[in-house]
């Protein structure tokens, strides 16, 4: 079979473009520009064109070679050339969990679905990271660039595939796992799931289609009190001494999935597999953009909820205290107005009791509905005026600079989270 991927340059994408490869399809692709991951493709003899997008050069494999499938971004508009290509050639047509559901059920996998509002990513890198320790043959998907292999992988000896399960455009409903990680439940994407209600109604069908469910007491439980299969835990394991609680509950979340797979499903691992995957987790390197170090006292974090904030700074704290900073400093740019309209409440003094400072930048607008009034920083900000700078550095570039500089003087460790053009300004002009 042969797949053409439009927007083959993306993470996700084309790291699925990269495992349907090593799984023997034949892949094309397409991208407006170059990447880091177009290079990495490249490298495997896959054809992609650079530029236009106009639709000949699908018109063109699909003569030359037949093209079975075409697959596209959510971001992809409705009047896209390609796509219009595609419907216009009569080629089968969906976004790309359907075809990683026909890869994973062709090559008879069992998937280790890892989903939940935040800290999936973490979780799923942290999950890879155990296997490859363990010696255990394992494929897998993540929607980051990681430091131990690449974003997208397949091992034909695998058994099991470990995939983060993105809820967003009900995604992981295109999947019925073997066992499921739940790492936390908080109403997200609003754009979508319209109440909280809806939200949750999601994680109960994506329940019921997974064969065992692991997650967290204190993550709304009653979401899956209907489901027999299931571990919900109250502790982390006391042996993994990651810094952060959130970190160490998510590791705790893996070292559980190990265990059940090894105890009931006859997962071949080491004797010793429990100690091995605790000192494998105590050890995990990190993902990109995940409390990921830029320079000395500077760190970027994908995080842009309330609650990643949270869990997020008190993770930096533990960290201040023990390399011996003088404190921490937020620097937020929150990310999409219609999302700060949701959660315009929780930015509560508890929120960000760990933090010395807050440098609080305007929001990152992305998918806006042009009906709803822009809140401001001052009035996102409002609960924690006292301990707030706002600043904002698409105006004045200057200020924040020199900002930074003098927070990093005064020996502070400075986290920047954001979802949107904060991390590539900060890698950009703080040396």
């Known amino acids: ?49 650079i530029g236009k997008q106009d639709g000949h050069f699908l018109k063109q494999k699909f003569i030359e070679n037949g093209i079975d499938w075409f697959v596209y971004t959510a971001a992809l508009p409705k009047n896209h050339p390609e796509l219009l290509m595609a419907k216009k050639l009569g080629i089968k047509i969906s976004k790309r969990d359907e075809l990683l559901n026909e890869i994973i059920n062709s ?18 890198g942290m999950a890879i990271w155990a296997f490859q320790q363990l010696g255990i043959p394992i494929s897998w998907s993540i929607g980051t660039t990681i ?34 990680l739940i790492t936390s439940i908080d109403h997200d994407h609003t754009d979508i799931y319209k109440t909280e209600k809806d939200y949750f109604e999601a994680f109960v069908e994506f329940g019921s289609q997974s064969d065992f469910i692991i997650s967290w007491r204190d993550q709304h439980p009653e979401i899956f009190e209907n489901l027999k299969n299931k571990v919900i835990l109250s502790q982390p394991e006391e042996n993994i001494n990651l810094p952060g609680i959130h970190n160490r509950k998510n590791a705790s979340l893996v ?7 090894v105890e009931t499903q006859n997962l071949k691992a080491p004797k010793d597999f429990y ?21 000395n006292n500077v760190y970027s974090d994908y995080g842009h909820h309330p609650k990643e904030i949270q869990s997020t700074l008190q993770m930096a704290k533990e960290i201040a205290e ?55 920083p001052e009035f996102l900000s409002r609960k924690i ?47």
């Open 1 to 49: 079979m042969n797949i053409y991927f439009s927007g083959i340059g993306g993470v996700g994408i084309g790291a699925l473009a990269s495992i349907a490869h090593s799984a023997g399809y034949g892949i094309f692709g397409s991208d407006q520009n170059s990447s880091l991951m177009i290079e990495e493709l490249s490298k495997k003899d896959i054809e992609i064109e």
């Open 107 to 124: 090559k008879k996998l069992k998937l280790i679905a890892i989903s939940g509002t935040h800290g999936k990513t973490t979780t799923t």
């Open 147 to 180: 430091s131990f292999g690449s974003s997208g992988f397949f091992d034909p000896e695998s058994e099991y595939f470990i995939y983060e399960a993105d809820e967003f455009d009900r995604n992981f409903l295109h999947f019925t796992p073997s066992v499921s």
């Open 255 to 261: 070292l559980e999935t190990i265990d059940y797979l």
């Open 275 to 295: 100690e091995k995957t605790i000192l494998a987790l105590n050890n995990f390197p990190g993902t990109n953009r995940r409390f990921e170090k830029i320079i």
């Open 322 to 376: 023990k390399q011996g900073f003088s404190g921490v400093s937020l620097i937020y740019q929150p990310h999409q107005n219609i999302r700060q309209i949701e959660v315009q409440d929780e930015y509560t003094p508890e929120i960000f009791e760990n933090a010395n400072e807050v440098i609080w930048l305007p929001t990152y607008l992305s998918r806006e509905n042009p009906d709803f009034e822009i809140l401001s």
């Open 385 to 431: 005026s006292e301990k707030t700078t706002i600043l904002d550095f698409s105006n004045n570039p200057k200020e924040l600079i020199e900002k930074i500089l003098s927070l990093k003087a005064k020996n502070r460790l400075i986290l920047a989270m954001s979802a949107g053009s904060l991390d590539g300004w900060i890698r950009k002009n703080i040396k």
